[in-house]
């Protein structure tokens, strides 16, 4: 029997499943204040999954904050946040808009399907603020390499990935792959897509207009995913194993692909007053943000909902997260039009309902009304909670327990310093990701620049100007589990520098906060200070975040992920034909380092190998950021610059094996005077780059780097003919001076060999 | 007037614009085919573009050959219209019997995107003229179904009759019988090609230019014919 509103008057008392639906004692009783009454099971279903942690951000609300209130002043914001996804004017009348979302928990229990699905909603976010998709990137972070449950999800969640992205025709361009003993058991799978649209065709969440017509299109909405939301993604696996875990929404590519075809083209029609996609919390979510953001009131038949499986309870519709679906709000003038759109791509469309004037969100279900909610109490006014934080016991001891030459034996021999690079090139984290990306396509649309392994990705966005984009995603989680503050601050000066080296200019922020449980107040803790360490770089650096996710609840028992706060920056470049590569290029050409380098290996690989985690991370200096950043961009805009390449993770032996290897040329290197062989080859010192000179451009260079007061340090020149001297004729060999020497195809063995072997050919 | 190439777009297609830049950067004028209009609006040749028509479901490509447009096309290519699948294309030239074989399911069973090194094996088509005879080339491949099988006999038909346009060298990445990278019917006019062609066709977003020569070939073939 169907328990609708006159239902819920008539029997105040009857008992409701709010806990198993994951509310809380007082925020069912908030409902009921809301309401003046119980809810209705169908009002019940809505407020669940709304006032969910995932739909809600209740416990992250009052700290995300802090990304508006110290937001840098900037004039390339022309949608904040707040919306689906910020939107970033790149000039020329160009906008592109960006986002990473997690789908963490349903990439676990389902990595197939779980990967696919997060594709699919990061995209619908970006067709829903009017913009064509351009670019996809997946940054993943799984258990130890050889586990053997990291065997099970890792491959899934990567064809996963590819079989949806591949078969929306989206360039995959990059992302991340790391092993850490702490996504044992809650691996991340994040996913960021890019796109691109013109300024008049930004597009908003909002119904508008007493009398138009809400519009469902898309698939037809089925049992996949029913609570996905509350219970997947709002609670933490227990260590016994799974006590709830409900079905994983099923994605179909192809429906997703005709979904974003048909969407741009009503867009661009002009029939479009206000539209929304479907991801969490399905029709509930979309009915009360589109109304909420509007005039307030919307009437909804929810009967007229098409159905994959007709037994399907009102609630269950409801709750639904059946994929590739979208809302949108039309006139009544242009509603033929958009169904004609509709059909052209076999797309089927049915109109729900309609705006109202009433300030209130009601739905019916064959004439009996089955909610009437304010939708802003719904969609926009839950629960916000200032979740108690504390300083773990145990940070102080961990910021003690340094890296020491002391502390840890560190490599000295030329022999010792040639098997820990090769340590290093062939670990897992460091290792070529070719098993990985090669499944993915990065060549569709035709106007992929660079991708993985390249520092950013990079897209052009007009093919006329050159006019483009870049994006990379960093985060060393081990240095925010040393400091959150200091850690979230890292992660987004190596994504910062990581567009700079590729020629483009950073201009805004993107992030997915992963994190641990907010109940627990040492995780809630490393939230606040990662929120509060990035909002202060952002400011330093002067971009600022447009948009992103938190994903909470990353923990089995007790026992939390490090905390990752993936940060995903975006930067733009006028014509792509001057963007930097990593390859270095012609025989005499020279190699420098710009920056200085300490002794850092907190947090670093060369210590995460020796399986030590202590100390305090590198430093960060965002004067000596912004000067690098400055310096790339300008020595390739100008064209002084032949190659590139960020140095982090593994430092300056692992990048000058990465551009090697790009390059398939050997080089000679000597160590600068006055460091220690170790220190300059592995430490991760921040602010530092590889920049390649031809020799022409040499003093121009350098003279700007000494002009602005950026060190730079000659420390090898391009060379192919190695091979003869060093006892390997015909070869690519690298010689470092009076250390080591190795040849280019041993070392592209070692690093191409690891994932294959963990993975299968 | 620069020749007219129709480039089909199915629900699903996915290098349809891509097919379009190649086209143009050849030198000729693309035209947008759909898949529900049974015209091909006066071209003088076509492309099939990669893709997953028709979400691949079913076989890839059976649901392809049923498009009006296809009907036209498979007409009209027995008759000599110049016709060059790539990929999805290409398995729609397969399920459409104006080329033998079919394509399966790559043997390690992944999807795969890398940098391919093929040889020109026949420049007698209308699709390979402009390139010489064993010339090795680099362009993308990217595939999850591009292992070819044929018949023994109808292997060693193509063989024989030179109509084997393309063959894998350097590794074969997807377990084609006889390292089989494209094929051409026996008039030559109708060309189905695994790797694509289309993604290296500017030096800034493909591995290489190699692909144009594709393009190109067919223009002069058009120009002969008028």
Partial sequence: ??????????????????????????????????????????????????????????????????????????????????????????????????????????????????????????????????????????????????????????????AGIGGYGNCLGLPNIGGELVFD????????????????????????????????????????????????????????????????????????????KLLIEATLEVLHAGLV?????????????????????????????????????????????????????MCAVVTPEKIDDFMALCKKWDVEAVVIGEVTGTGRLVIEWHGEMIVDVPPRSVAHDGPVYERPFHRPSWQDALQADAPTAQRLVRPSTPEELKQTLLDLISSPNLASKSWVTSQYDRYVMGNTILAQPEDAGMIRVDEESGLGVAISTDCNSRFAKLDPYAGAQL??????????????????????????????????????????????????????????????????????????????????????????????????????????????????????????????????????????????????????????????????????????????????????????????????????????????????????????????????????????????????????????????????????????????? | MSARIGVVTFPGSLDDADAARAIRIAGATPVALWHGDADLHNVDAVVLPGGFSYGDYLRCGAIAKFAPVMSLIIEKAQVGLPVLGICNGFQILCESHLLPGALTRNDHQHFICRDQKLRIESTETLWTKDFSPGQEIVIPLKNGEGGYVASEATLDELFAENRVIATYIGGNPNGSYRDIAGISNKAGNVVGLMPHPEHAVEALTGPTTDGIPFFTSVLKSLVGAS
């Fill in chain 1, 181 to 256: 003993e702490s996504y044992a058991g809650n691996p991340l799978v994040n996913a960021l897509c890019i796109g691109s649209m013109k300024h008049e065709d930004i597009h908003l969440a909002s119904a508008k207009g007493v009398g138009n017509l809400v519009v469902l299109y898309g698939a037809r909405t089925g049992g996949d995913g029913i609570g996905g939301v509350s219970v997947l993604a709002s609670e933490t696996f227990d260590a016994d194993g799974p006590a709830k875990r409900p079905s994983v929404q099923v994605g179909d590519p192809f429906m997703e």
């Fill in chain 1, 491 to 761: 992660a987004l000066v190596e994504s910062y520098r990581n567009i700079s080296v590729a020629g483009a200019k950073p201009l805004a922020v993107t992030n997915c906060l992963n994190f641990g449980s907010p109940e627990d107040p040492e995780v809630m803790w490393q939230f606040a200070q990662a929120t509060t360490g990035l909002a202060d770089a952002c400011l330093e650096l002067g971009i600022p975040v447009t948009g992103g996710n938190v994903s909470f609840y990353n923990q089995t028992g007790d026992s939390a992920i490090n905390p990752t706060p993936v940060v995903g920056v975006l930067g733009v470049i006028d014509d792509v034909d001057r963007r930097t590569p990593m390859a270095w290029g012609d025989d005499g050409d020279l190699i420098y380092i710009l920056g200085d380098s300490f002794d850092e290996f907190a947090g670093s690989e060369w210590a995460y190998l020796q399986g030590h985690l202590g100390g305090l991370p590198p430093k960060v200096n965002f004067a000596q950021e912004r000067l690098l950043s400055e310096i790339m961009v300008a020595a390739s805009r100008d064209g002084m610059i032949t190659a590139a390449h960020d140095v982090s993770d593994g430092g300056v032996g692992v990048a000058i094996t990465e551009m090697a290897l790009r390059a398939n040329t050997g080089a000679r290197f000597w160590i600068p005077d006055n460091i220690d062989p170790f220190v300059f080859l592995f430490s991760e010192s921040t602010a530092r780059a590889i920049a390649v000179i031809a020799r022409t451009e040499e003093l121009r260079f350098t003279e700007m780097c000494a002009a602005r007061g950026m060190s730079a340090t000659r420390f090898g020149v391009v060379d192919s003919g190695l091979g003869i001297d060093s006892g390997y004729p015909g070869e690519q060999v690298i010689v470092i001076d009076s250390l080591f020497t190795f040849r280019v195809e041993e070392l592209r063995e070692a690093h191409e060999a690891t994932l294959p072997a963990l993975f299968g050919g």
């Fill in chain 1, 273 to 325: 007053e206000g539209i929304q996609d479907l991801g969490g919390a399905g029709i509930s979510c979309a009915t009360s943000e589109l109304a909420s953001n509007g005039e307030g009131g919307m009437h909804v038949y929810l009967d007229r909902v098409l159905l994959r499986d007709a037994s399907l309870s009102p609630e269950e519709i409801l709750m639904s997260e059946s994929q590739e679906r």
């Fill in chain 1, 1 to 158: 029997m169907i328990d609708s509103v006159e239902i819920a008057k008539g029997n105040p008392d009857t008992s409701q499943p709010w806990a198993e639906l994951g509310l809380k004692q007082d925020e069912y009783e908030s409902i009921k204040q809301i309401l003046g009454r119980r809810p209705t099971s169908s009002e019940l279903a809505m407020y669940s999954v709304m006032w969910s942690e995932h739909c809600s951000y209740k416990s992250s609300k009052v700290h995300l904050r802090q990304f508006g209130d110290k937001a840098p002043k900037t004039d390339a914001l022309l949608v904040g946040i707040g919306e689906n996804a910020g939107v970033v004017d790149i000039g020329a009348g160009w906008a592109v808009t960006f986002k990473v979302e997690s789908h963490n928990h349903p990439s676990y229990v389902e990595p197939y399907q779980g990967a696919a699905t997060g594709v699919g909603g990061i995209v619908r976010d970006i067709i829903s603020m009017g913009a064509r998709p351009i670019a996809v990137m997946d940054p993943l972070r799984f258990g130890p390499a050889d586990a053997p449950d990291t065997r099970r999800v890792l491959p899934g969640v990567v």
